[in-house]
């Protein structure tokens, strides 16, 4: 079945240290895969893509099919980093998304 | 900046009562999606609009859930009758183009209590 896994469900991590948030998808078919960020008190919004393959905010993701993986990486925290971070699957046989259960990211001072 | 908007923010109502939402995408936004997000999950897509058309309402609990976006502007979700497991928080989201590819505009939700 199709399914985005992100197995940590908290991750504290100090500032300046590097910060890398796991992704795992199960899809048969030609994934396409997002991380959304909700900032506290603010609305869900679209970070990053792998097709763009863009840096966002120092935040990078590369997908990595043969482990089935969509890493979010940063290579120095910084508080303002601390938000919910949910990554999505693009299904394009079903033209569905689903989303991950998301991972609380808390950079300590 | 233009936003989505959505109404009311918070609903608390008893089961077995009806309750409503409305979501008002930005301006020229084709495609509106509602998600449920219950809590500690991620956000499970709803409806899909394309303008005033249901384009994927596979996930709707169509016994109960409906939705509608008659002109094709702003968009209404009811549930009648409302269950305790319907407790979660609604999303809206539109984008300008069909594809649910597109980045997706997120309003803030309407968090809804059942009792």
């Known amino acids: 079945a199709q399914r985005v896994t992100q197995p940590e469900k908290l991750l504290s991590v100090f500032k300046g240290a590097p910060v890398e948030l796991k992704c795992n998808y199960s899809y048969s078919g030609s994934p396409e895969l997002f991380w959304y960020v909700q900032y506290s008190r603010q609305r869900l919004q679209l970070l990053l893509r792998?097709?763009s393959r863009e840096s966002i905010k120092g935040f990078t993701a590369d997908l990595n099919k043969g482990e089935t993986s969509f890493h979010l990486k940063k290579p120095f925290a910084q508080e303002e980093d601390s938000a919910m971070y949910y990554c999505?699957?693009?299904?394009?046989?079903?033209?569905?998304?689903?989303f991950g259960k998301g991972t609380r990211l808390h950079i300590l001072p | 900046e233009a936003e989505v908007a959505q109404s009311p923010r918070y609903k608390i109502t008893e089961k077995s009562q009806a309750v409503a939402f409305w979501c008002d995408p930005i301006s020229g936004h084709a495609t509106l999606y509602w998600y449920r997000q219950i809590l500690g999950q991620g956000p499970e897509l709803l409806v899909q609009?394309?303008?005033?058309?249901?384009?994927?309402d596979s996930q709707l609990p169509k016994d109960r859930f409906s939705a509608e976006r008659l002109k094709g502007v702003d968009s209404t979700l009811k549930i009648q009758p409302a269950e305790l497991g319907d407790s979660a928080m609604y999303l809206c989201?539109?984008?300008?183009?069909?594809?649910?590819?597109?980045?997706?505009?997120f309003g803030p939700g309407t968090r809804l209590t059942v009792l």
């Open positions: 989201a539109s984008s300008s183009t069909r594809g649910i590819t597109d980045t997706q505009y």
């Open positions: 609009f394309q303008d005033e058309s249901v384009v994927d």
């Open positions: 792998h097709i």
């Open positions: 999505a699957l693009y299904m394009n046989r079903d033209d569905k998304i689903i």
